[in-house]
């Protein structure tokens, strides 16, 4: 990168486990390369949190509690907020999950066990391929 280049955009991430231990790990892990814009514990806040903080991928929990499974929460979001990037998050590595998952709209799945590695270069992926959504994230 030249000196006059612009920083890379940093990802707005949003969260969503319904483990309070795993949000804070993984708002950690993710810190030194993306916004951790929000972090929400089911899917009752998910989908207002979503629309109110605007963020470029939401890590979605498949296990989350609210009322909805992980592969209908995904295509509720990606029906509700089509440009934001779906990262589905759990701990169940199941090829057939991955086929439901990316049929219900996600643009990446990472399996819990293998976050360190994975899930930061998942999210900088997605979001260097696209403009951003708007000139302006504020809520």
């Known amino acids: 990168m030249s000196p006059s280049s612009p920083a890379p955009r940093r990802p707005r991430v949003l969260l969503a486990d319904d483990d309070a231990g795993v949000r804070t790990a993984i708002s950690r892990l993710l810190s030194s390369s993306c916004d951790v814009v929000g972090c929400v514990p089911d899917s009752a806040e998910l989908f207002e949190a979503t629309m109110r903080l605007r963020p470029d991928v939401v890590l ?36 057939e999950l991955k086929r439901l998952v990316c049929e219900a709209g996600a643009s990446g799945f990472v399996w819990k066990l293998q976050a360190s590695d994975e899930l930061i270069r998942t999210i900088r992926t997605l979001v260097d391929r696209k403009p951003p959504l708007s000139a302006d994230h504020t809520a």
């Open 60 to 95: 979605l929990d498949f296990s989350l509690p609210g009322g909805l499974n992980g592969i209908e929460a995904c295509r509720r979001l990606k029906a509700m907020a089509p440009d934001v990037d779906v990262v589905a998050f759990t701990a169940y590595d199941d090829p």
